[in-house]
């Protein structure tokens, strides 16, 4: 920790205008070395000062986050259970988490170190400030944005570690004393709860215009929500299980005591941001691009390449709360794309996250009634697996400028006829499809938008759907029917509709059910959500989060995980046959990450978290 602290201010920038039709305001940056005072006694470079502070604001949840040494490499989403890591002679945080091998000595710092470094940037920002000749309404409104960006980052620390030290407005110089000291779970959440309210007050709610892309008071309430909801969930509310035989104390890690009323403050927070009606779920089943030909869930697509010029006239940004802006050009493409594409290897999809997409009637695949073919798997199914998953046939965009099919497909006598072929190109079967524009190639010359959301509207109606549910569960039980009318019915009924699901209102499905068991438990609804999550944010770097808030990670990172191996026949048609790929091993310390062991020998009154002590 006092390595970064102690480092110099010398990384500054100059700062120009923008708009939501830019690529991002971080574009307008110019990196230069310049010294304290000259960066705060001029109220450009001030402002830029703050927007360096911006570009790391999607670090943990980045699709290409454990790259390394120039090579490749995927994130969150390699973590867990939703895709298999590119093999690689680099020791990589992927590598660990699927292997179970994660400890303090190996893990990247990234979560730790990059957070640190940016609230002490803020710390700085907020003295700076001060002396800055700059009109008081726009001091009051970066001031604000700076407050949030702080809260930010510590809830980035707080979902990695737990409780962590909480520095306040201290700028650490060499000569001082280093705060060593983890500060308990809900200090820090209520610490960042209380910076979002203020900085609340002086933000706008939804900016638009040049102002497009910043914090906003939408995202503070946004934060909110989701610090209240994790705070609830299983992992931090009654977790002295989780401490059990270890030296660290329960209230690092969240509540040793469950409270109930913990779901019902999330179901809140939720719904501030739903009655603040400045967001909504973009919905779109027409392809601007294809002279309006019928798309269904078209929208689910658009939203992840909202900047694009084709949808101004239908306003995508609707959903997005807060956005990482720091990628450009063929960035995704060239984390996910197949070899074909002269794509890196992000990631390779296993069969399991596939199975887990209805079809297009809303209907689970092991639904009898629900017309899925296993010689036929991906016809008819939910359109979001398209937007999400390449699989074996589908078109993509190559350099020669028009898309053409992706070849995972063995030759009939089982060999490789294609670089893309599973077992060369792919070790699943699958590549990732997840917000890669349908335009653009890894290897094409011209580039895109390349805004990436953090935050949308569809994660806060899910945080109300799960926490009413859960809030209800304590007063009715598990095996309470759930009212056909009750919100946590609507918003799944909202989200799959936006998705594709039955938007013609199929006759076999005359109840707008889209798929949706009628009268579930409130054990099955929670189920329900816990799915519509996984499918609706494949890939976002949700799941890894989930899975251990929801304590189920020693379930769903402790399986076989498995592929598919496609083969063509001999009158041109395929046969599909799964296989196994990866055990995936899961030890109960990886619930939470390991404080790097350089910060803890260095610092003795940082307690390590449980089960990794050396």
Request: net charge neutral; aromatic share 10%.
């Amino acid at each position: 920790m006092k390595n970064i602290f102690y480092s110099l201010l010398i990384i500054m920038v100059v700062w120009g205008g923008f708009s939501c039709k830019d690529n991002s305001f971080l574009d307008e940056t110019v990196t230069t070395d310049l010294d304290y005072e000259r960066v705060f006694t001029d109220s450009a470079l001030t402002e830029g000062f703050l927007n360096e502070i911006y570009r790391e604001i999607g670090l943990d949840t980045r699709a290409n986050r454990f790259s390394k040494d120039g090579e490749n490499l995927g994130g969150l989403q390699t973590a867990c259970d939703e895709a298999e890591y590119k093999m690689s002679s680099k020791v990589t945080a992927d590598l660990q988490f699927a292997t179970g091998t994660v400890n303090p000595v190996v893990i990247t710092d990234d979560a730790w170190r990059i957070p640190y470094e940016n609230i002490r940037r803020v710390n700085i920002f907020f003295k700076g400030i001060e002396k800055t000749p700059i009109q008081p309404g726009l001091k009051k409104r970066l001031k604000a944005e700076a407050q949030f960006l702080r809260a930010w980052y510590y809830s980035v620390l707080l979902r990695h570690y737990g409780g962590i030290p909480l520095i306040g407005d201290t700028v650490y110089l060499e000569t001082d004393k280093m705060k060593d000291v983890r500060d308990t779970y809900d200090a820090c959440a209520q610490y960042i709860i209380k910076e979002c309210e203020s900085a609340e007050k002086d933000l706008a709610v939804r900016p638009s215009g040049r102002l497009y892309g910043r914090a906003s008071g939408g995202a503070c309430k946004a934060l909110i929500a989701r610090i209240k909801l994790y705070a609830a969930s299983p992992l931090f509310n009654g977790n002295s299980d989780i401490v059990a035989g270890s030296n660290c104390p329960a209230e690092l890690l969240g509540y040793p005591e469950y409270k109930a009323e913990r779901w019902k403050e999330a179901m809140d927070a939720a719904y501030e941001v739903i009655r603040l009606g400045q967001y909504r779920l973009f919905e779109l089943h027409t392809d601007p691009l294809n002279n309006n030909a019928p798309d269904p869930g078209h929208g689910f697509y658009a939203q992840f390449i909202a900047a694009d010029t084709k949808y101004a006239s239908s306003k995508p940004f609707v959903e997005a709360i807060l956005e990482d802006r720091s990628q450009s050009d063929r960035a995704r493409e060239s984390w996910f794309q197949p070899p074909s594409r002269n794509g890196s290897g992000g990631g390779y999809i296993y069969q399991e996250l596939v199975d887990a997409f209805p079809m297009n009637n809303g209907l689970p695949i092991n639904d009898p009634a629900s017309g899925y073919d296993p010689n036929n798997p991906y016809k008819n199914r939910d359109p979001r697996l398209r937007n999400t998953v390449v699989y074996d046939g589908v078109s993509l965009q190559s350099n020669s400028g028009s898309p053409t099919p992706i070849i995972i497909a063995l030759n009939a006598d089982g060999s490789s006829g294609d670089k893309d072929a599973v077992h060369q190109g792919t070790p699943t079967g699958y590549y990732i499809n997840k917000m890669v524009n349908r335009d653009l190639a890894a290897n094409t010359v011209h580039g895109g938008p390349q805004q990436t959301p953090i935050i949308r509207y569809a994660e806060v109606l899910m945080m109300y759907a799960e926490a009413m549910n859960e809030f209800l569960i304590t007063s009715q039980g598990e095996s309470a029917i759930v009212p056909a009318n009750e919100e946590t019915y609507q918003i799944l009924k909202q989200i799959r509709k936006r998705g594709g699901i039955n938007i013609n209102d199929d006759p076999a499905n005359s109840n707008n059910m889209f798929g949706l068991k009628p009268n579930m438990t409130r054990l099955e609804m929670r189920k329900a959500i816990q799915n519509e999550k996984r499918i609706e944010f494949a890939i976002e770097g949700h799941r890894f989060w989930d899975v251990r808030r929801w304590k189920i990670a020693e379930e769903t990172e402790n399986q076989q995980m498995t592929g598919m191996e496609p083969r063509m026949t001999t009158d041109g048609g395929r046969t599909y046959q799964k296989f196994n790929v990866r055990k995936r091993i899961f030890r109960k310390a990886m619930y939470f990450w390991p404080i790097p062991y350089k910060e803890t020998i260095k610092s003795p009154g940082l307690i390590q978290n449980p089960n990794y002590n050396l």
